[in-house]
Antibody
Framework: EVLLVESGGGFVQPGRSLRLSCAAS????????MHWVRQVPGRGLEWVSG????????AYADSVKGRVNISRDNAKNSLFLQMNSLRPEDTALYYC?????????????????WGQGTLVNVSP | EIVMTQSPASLSVSPGERATLSCRAS??????LAWYQQKPGQAPRLIIY???TRATGFSDRFSGSGSGTEFTLTISSLRSEDFAVYYC????????FGGGTKVEIK
């Protein structure tokens, strides 16, 4: 069974940093691209960032570009999101999500398994 | 950015009835369209991709159709476990989601 477990969320002041982690199991982690998707509680979904199986291809939503860095450690079946210069509008539940394919291109980003999310709350 | 618009925002349906949900893209996305189901307190689950291909584990009561800019998710004969929020997502050019349709019990 595919299992994705996020951690690292919490309460943080604007301008500070957080590092989110996602521990993956139940599938061959290095065979798939991985993503972060966020959801403001009670609101819709927004793709944040994605990384190809090898880490060679990375992309970010315009709303976070320049402030976040996505990375992965295939040896440890783990995905990370380093979030810097946090803003109140970054407050959301952050999901780790698995793609259907190894590569990540502008076309074809799809999420077939999701974790339960980790909550990030940015407030003074 | 491709903007996805879902309608209606909410839908009240009696068990056993059919629900029809709509999703419109601001420009053509071919058939690069997925649907997700999200229940309270849970993560979204992929139901449909390629506009009409059901994901593993989902009943044939769920069907998707459309191409280009207009898409439909139909849930025939609603069951209690189908009441949830449904999101469409285009993956033709960087992913974007619709605002969701909440299917409620009438």
């Amino acid at each position: 069974e595919v299992l994705l477990v996020e951690s690292g969320g919490g309460f943080v002041q604007p301008g500070r940093s957080l590092r989110l982690s996602c521990a993956a199991s139940g599938f061959s982690f290095d065979d798939y691209a991985m993503h972060w998707v966020r959801q403001v509680p009670g609101r819709g979904l927004e793709w944040v960032s994605g990384i190809s199986w090898s880490g060679s291809n990375i992309a970010y939503a315009d709303s976070v570009k320049g402030r976040v860095n996505i990375s992965r450690d295939n040896a440890k079946n783990s995905l990370f999101l380093q979030m810097n210069s946090l803003r109140p509008e970054d407050t959301a539940l952050y999901y780790c999500a698995k793609d259907l394919i190894p590569q990540m291109y502008a076309s074809g980003v799809l999420f077939d398994k999701w974790g339960q999310g980790t909550l990030v709350n940015v407030s003074p | 950015e491709i903007v996805m618009t879902q309608s209606p925002a909410s839908l009240s349906v009696s068990p056993g009835e059919r629900a029809t949900l709509s999703c419109r893209a601001s420009q053509s996305v071919s058939n690069d369209l997925a649907w997700y189901q999200q229940k309270p307190g849970q993560a979204p689950r992929l139901i449909i991709y390629g506009a009409s291909t059901r994901a593993t584990g989902f009943s044939d009561r769920f069907s998707g159709s459309g191409s280009g800019t207009e898409f439909t998710l139909t849930i025939s004969s609603l069951r209690s476990e189908d009441f949830a929020v449904y999101y469409c997502q285009q993956y033709n050019y960087w992913p974007s989601f619709g605002g969701g349709t909440k299917v409620e019990i009438k």
